[in-house]
C-alpha cells in the first residue's frame, strides 16, 4: 500500500515536471515554486476542449479571479487571481484533485512568475456604432412587453426553430431565404404596447438613429440555446437595429473577420442598437451553453452568469430597396451585384476584350510605345538568366521591349495588336499576331516564357486561367515562366506603386493613404457592361474596371473633351483585372503540369514565376 | 518571318486538328538581312528545334545545298554548316506569302513581315 501510494505520488511528480517543461518551452513562463498570484494549469486548456466558464465557476469556489487567460490551441491556460491568498487557496485545493480538463483527468497547477500577455477582452471597444443603453425599460415594463406578445397562447411547434423559439410580427422572416417579402405583412402587427419605445428613444439618441421599426422578431433562448453568428440581411433592413433584452443578461460575440472577436454583455432591460460599421460589417451570435464569464460588478475581474431563459425583441424597420452601405463583405447586395456582373462579363467577354483591349491597343500603339521603353529590372533579370542558345517566348509583347534583353538566346514575341507589332517588326524582333489563349506554337518547345501586364485583360477567371495553360503546354520539362499583373492594392507594405507615385497629388503626401473619394465615377461609357471607370493614379476601388488612357490627337472610337490648354484630348477605355493578392498564384496552382517557384509583389504587379514539371 | 519562328508554328489550335505541323509555307516575298553569326548559339540551338522542318525550309529558300537531312553527331565541328543554318534560320526574312494547315487549309497571312496566326472564336 505504501508503496503504490509512492509510485502515484512520483508519477505525478513527473507529469508535472514534463507539463511544466512544455510550459517553459512553449509559453516561455517560468514555473516558481513559492507562491504567487499567478497559476497556470498545465494540462488543460482551450484544445483540451476546457472552457473558461467551467474553470472559472471551479476556481470561484476557492478566491477571487481577476482573469482567466486561454490561449488558443493551448493544452494549458493561466488564472490571474485576486492576491497571493486566494491563488494558495485556489492552489491547494485544485492541485492533484480537480477534474477539469478532457475525459475529467486530475489537472496540475503551478505558481509561475507572470502571465503571457493577452488582452482582456471585456477591455475592448466596443465595435464602431455599438450603443447599449441599461435599463431602457422598466421592470413593470417588461412583464407588459412579455405578455404583450402571447407567447405562451402559441403551440410551441408552430415557432420552435432548432435552437430557439421564435415568433415574428409585422412580417414574417423566412429564414429560407434570409428576408422578408414586403408584399405579404402579417395580420399581427408589432404590439401597441411598444409605441411608448420610440419616443423614449428619440429623447437618448441622435435623430438618424432614431426608426419606428415596422417588423418585430421575438426570441426565446432556453439556458444552453443560442444562435449563430449572422449579420443581419443588408437588404431587408435598415441601419440600425435594435435589441432589447428581457428575462436574462446574456454575452453577445460580436466578430469582424477572422480577428476581431468582441463579447458584448448584454444586462437584462437594455437596449442594444446596432448601427452603421456594428450593424453591417460585424457578425452577431450568441454562444449555445449554459454559463457566461463576465466582469464581475464588485472589484474588476471575472466572474461566472448562469444563464436562465431570456427574451430578446429584435425591431428593425424593412429596408424595400438595394442595400448601399459602405461595407461590401457581408452585403448581399454588394455580393448579388458582384455575381450579376461576372455573368454579365463572362457572356461579354470576347466582345469586350475586341473593343477594350485589341481596338485600343491599336488606336494607341505609338503612343503607348513610347512611354514604355525601360525594362522592369526583375523581368531583365529573368530573361537573362536562360542560357546560351535557349528559346523564350514573350506572350503579349506590346512593342517589344523585353525582346532584345539577351542576345544569346532567341526571343519570338506575340502579341493580339497589330499596330504594337509593327513597332516590333521595325526594330527587327521576331514577332507573329495571335491571341494569348491559343498560343500557335508547339508542345513542349520553349526554354521559357513570360507574359507581362497581359493576363489581366482577359474577363474571365476561365479566360485567365487558359491564357496560363497555354504558356504552361508550350513550355519544355523544367522551362519556367515569368508573369506579371497588375495588383488591386497598389500601396503593399505600406509602400506606394510608381504608379501612385506619378499621382502629383500623392507625391506632396508621401506617408499618408490615398483617399477613396472622388477616385471613381459610375459611368461605364460601354455599351456591352456596366463597369466602374478608374481614376488614374488612384488605389482601385473594384477588380474589374476600365482604366482611361488619354491621348492628344484624334481618332475615332474615342471620347473627346477640351484640356485646359484648348487642346483636344482622347480618352480610351482598357479593361481591366486587376489582381488580388495570391489570386495569381492560386490560377497557376490549378494547372497540373506546373509547379510555382515564387510569388512576389513588384511595382504595383502581383508576379509568378513557375516551373513545368 | 524568320524561319527560326516558322519551325515553332503550328495550327494545332484549331479544333479537330491533331498536329498541325508543319505548316505549309508559301513565300512571295523575302528579304536577306545580315546577322552576327555565333557558332556556339547556332549549336545549343539547333537540338531545341525540329530538325526535318529545318531542312524542309532550307529546300524551300533554295539554300539546301550542303545542308544534310538529318544532323549528324558532330555537326558542332562543322564550321561551314553552322554558318548554312544560322543563314537560313535568322538572315531570311519572309516579308509577303502565307502558311497552310495541313490539315484544314486554313490560310495565314503574312503581310509586312508579320504572320496572322488569329483564329475565330467559332474555329477553336
Known amino acids: 500500500m505504501i508503496d503504490s501510494g509512492k509510485n502515484k505520488n512520483s508519477k505525478i511528480q513527473r507529469k508535472h515536471k514534463r507539463c511544466q517543461a512544455i510550459l517553459s518551452r512553449d509559453a516561455n513562463v517560468e514555473c516558481v515554486s513559492h507562491p504567487t498570484k499567478f497559476i497556470a494549469i498545465c494540462n488543460a486548456g482551450l484544445s483540451t476542449g476546457l472552457q473558461k466558464e467551467t474553470i472559472l465557476e471551479e476556481a470561484l469556489k476557492y478566491g477571487r479571479v481577476i482573469d482567466i487567460v486561454m490561449l488558443p490551441n493551448k493544452s494549458y491556460c493561466f488564472i490571474n487571481c485576486y492576491n497571493e491568498d486566494d491563488a494558495k487557496n485556489i492552489f491547494d485545493n485544485m492541485h492533484g484533485h480537480a477534474k477539469l480538463g478532457q475525459n475529467e483527468t486530475i489537472i496540475y497547477l503551478s505558481y509561475i512568475k507572470e502571465i503571457p500577455e493577452a488582452p482582456n477582452q471585456y477591455n475592448q471597444d466596443l465595435p464602431e456604432g455599438l450603443i447599449i443603453i441599461n435599463d431602457f425599460v422598466s421592470a413593470d415594463e417588461e412583464r407588459i412587453l412579455l405578455e404583450a406578445i402571447r407567447m405562451s397562447e402559441e403551440p410551441l411547434e408552430n415557432n420552435l426553430l432548432k435552437h430557439r423559439r421564435v415568433k415574428h410580427f409585422g412580417y414574417e422572416f423566412l429564414y429560407g431565404i434570409n428576408n422578408v417579402d414586403p408584399e405579404k405583412p402579417l395580420e399581427e402587427n408589432i404590439p401597441v404596447e411598444c409605441d411608448a419605445l420610440w419616443k423614449r428613444l428619440e429623447d437618448k439618441v441622435p435623430d438618424r438613429l432614431a426608426l419606428v421599426p415596422d417588423q418585430l422578431t421575438v426570441n426565446i433562448y432556453e439556458p444552453g440555446q443560442g444562435i449563430p453568428p449572422h449579420v443581419d440581411t443588408h437588404s431587408a433592413f435598415l441601419d440600425p437595429i435594435y435589441s432589447l433584452s428581457l428575462e436574462s443578461d446574456i454575452v453577445m460575440e460580436f466578430r469582424r473577420s477572422n480577428n476581431n472577436h468582441v463579447p458584448v454583455v448584454l444586462p437584462r432591460r437594455s437596449l442594444l442598437i446596432m448601427s452603421g460599421e456594428s450593424r453591417y460589417a460585424w457578425t452577431h451570435g450568441i454562444t449555445p451553453r449554459h454559463m457566461d464569464v463576465i466582469p464581475s460588478k464588485e472589484g474588476g475581474g471575472l466572474t461566472i452568469h448562469h444563464r436562465t431563459r431570456r427574451t430578446s425583441f429584435t425591431f428593425r424597420k424593412l429596408r424595400r430597396n438595394r442595400c448601399d452601405c459602405a461595407y461590401p463583405e457581408l452585403c448581399d447586395t454588394y455580393a448579388a451585384e458582384q455575381k450579376s456582373n461576372e455573368d454579365k462579363l463572362a457572356s461579354v467577354a470576347a466582345k469586350l476584350e475586341e473593343e477594350n483591349v485589341h481596338k485600343v491597343y491599336d488606336e494607341i500603339a505609338n503612343h503607348f510605345s513610347e512611354t514604355r521603353y525601360k525594362p522592369w529590372p526583375k523581368v531583365e533579370n529573368f530573361i537573362k538568366s536562360f542560357e546560351c542558345g535557349s528559346v523564350v517566348m514573350d506572350v503579349g509583347c506590346g512593342n517589344g521591349k523585353y525582346l532584345s534583353v539577351n542576345p544569346n538566346i532567341i526571343e519570338i514575341g506575340c502579341d493580339r495588336s497589330e499596330g504594337l507589332l509593327q513597332v516590333c517588326s521595325q526594330r527587327k524582333c521576331h514577332v507573329f499576331q495571335c491571341n494569348c489563349l491559343n498560343l500557335p506554337f508547339r508542345d513542349n518547345s520553349v526554354n521559357g516564357c513570360i507574359s507581362i501586364a497581359v493576363i489581366h485583360h482577359l474577363a474571365t477567371e476561365a479566360r485567365r486561367l487558359q491564357a496560363i495553360a497555354e504558356m504552361a503546354r508550350v513550355l519544355v520539362s523544367n522551362g519556367r515562366c515569368l508573369i506579371y499583373v497588375w495588383a488591386k492594392n497598389q500601396e503593399f507594405n505600406c509602400e506606394k506603386s510608381s504608379y501612385l507615385h506619378r499621382n502629383r497629388n500623392n507625391r506632396m503626401q508621401n506617408t499618408k493613404s490615398v483617399s477613396n473619394e472622388n477616385t471613381q465615377s459610375l459611368s461605364s461609357k460601354s455599351e456591352l457592361v456596366d463597369l466602374p471607370v478608374h481614376m488614374n493614379r488612384t488605389q482601385f476601388q473594384e477588380q474589374d474596371v476600365f482604366v482611361p488612357w488619354k491621348l492628344k490627337s484624334s481618332g475615332p472610337k474615342s471620347i473627346e473633351t477640351t484640356t485646359e490648354d484648348g487642346g483636344v484630348k482622347k480618352e480610351f477605355l482598357r479593361y481591366y483585372h486587376v489582381f488580388e493578392e495570391g489570386e495569381l498564384a492560386q490560377l497557376c496552382a490549378r494547372i497540373e503540369s506546373i509547379e510555382v517557384e515564387c510569388a512576389y509583389y513588384d511595382q504595383g504587379n502581383w508576379c509568378v514565376i513557375f516551373r513545368k514539371k | ?124
Open chain 2, 1 to 124: 518571318m524568320k524561319l527560326i519562328t516558322y519551325n515553332f508554328l503550328t495550327s494545332k489550335c484549331i479544333r479537330g486538328v491533331k498536329v498541325g505541323y508543319p505548316l505549309k509555307l508559301k513565300i512571295v516575298q523575302k528579304e536577306v538581312v545580315q546577322t552576327d553569326f555565333n557558332p556556339e548559339f547556332i549549336t545549343r540551338l539547333l537540338p531545341r528545334l525540329d530538325y526535318p522542318t529545318v531542312h524542309m525550309a532550307a529546300e524551300l529558300v533554295d539554300c539546301a545545298e550542303g545542308v544534310p537531312k538529318e544532323l549528324g553527331e558532330n555537326y558542332a565541328a562543322d564550321q561551314d554548316l553552322l554558318q548554312k543554318l544560322h543563314h537560313i534560320l535568322l538572315e531570311i526574312d519572309i516579308i509577303e506569302g502565307q502558311l497552310e494547315c495541313p490539315e484544314t487549309g486554313r490560310i495565314f497571312p503574312i503581310t509586312q513581315g508579320i504572320p496572322n496566326m488569329l483564329l475565330n472564336e467559332d474555329e477553336v
